[in-house]
C-alpha cells in the first residue's frame, strides 16, 4: 500500500517538472521510514511548487505531513516527513553538494 502511494508521490513531483525524482526503500534499514525520496527543483518558487504539489498528493491519499523542515523565504532545501515517507526537496546546487544518493544507495544495493 505504501509503495503505491509513494509512486504517486513521485508521479505527482514529475508532473510538475521536478529533477531526477528517486525512491529508496529503506525499510528495515532505518527507524523512521520506508521510503526515502528525493527531488530537485530549478528555482526557489520551483521548490514551493513541488512542496504544495507534494502535500497535495499525499492529502489525496488521506497522509497529512508529520512535520515540514526549511520551508520559508530563503530556504534550499526542505524536508517533509510523511510517516512512512520521507520526502526531500532540494535546489539542484544543494543536492549536488549533500549527495544524499549516495547515503541511500545502499538500501537499493
Request: charged share 30%; net charge negative.
Amino acid at each position: 500500500m505504501i509503495a503505491e502511494v509513494k509512486d504517486k508521490l513521485v508521479t505527482g513531483l514529475d508532473e510538475i517538472k521536478a529533477i531526477n525524482p528517486v525512491a529508496f526503500d529503506v525499510e528495515g534499514l532505518v527507524s523512521y521510514a520506508d521510503w526515502v525520496v528525493i527531488a530537485s527543483a530549478n528555482s526557489g518558487p520551483h521548490l514551493k511548487a513541488l512542496v504544495r504539489k507534494a502535500e497535495e498528493v499525499m492529502l489525496k491519499e488521506g497522509i497529512k505531513p508529520i512535520g515540514v523542515e526549511g520551508i520559508n523565504a530563503a530556504s534550499d532545501w526542505v524536508l517533509i516527513d510523511f510517516g512512512d515517507i520521507v520526502l526531500h526537496l532540494l535546489t539542484e546546487e544543494k543536492r549536488d553538494f549533500y549527495n544524499l544518493e549516495k547515503i541511500f544507495m545502499r538500501a537499493d544495493a
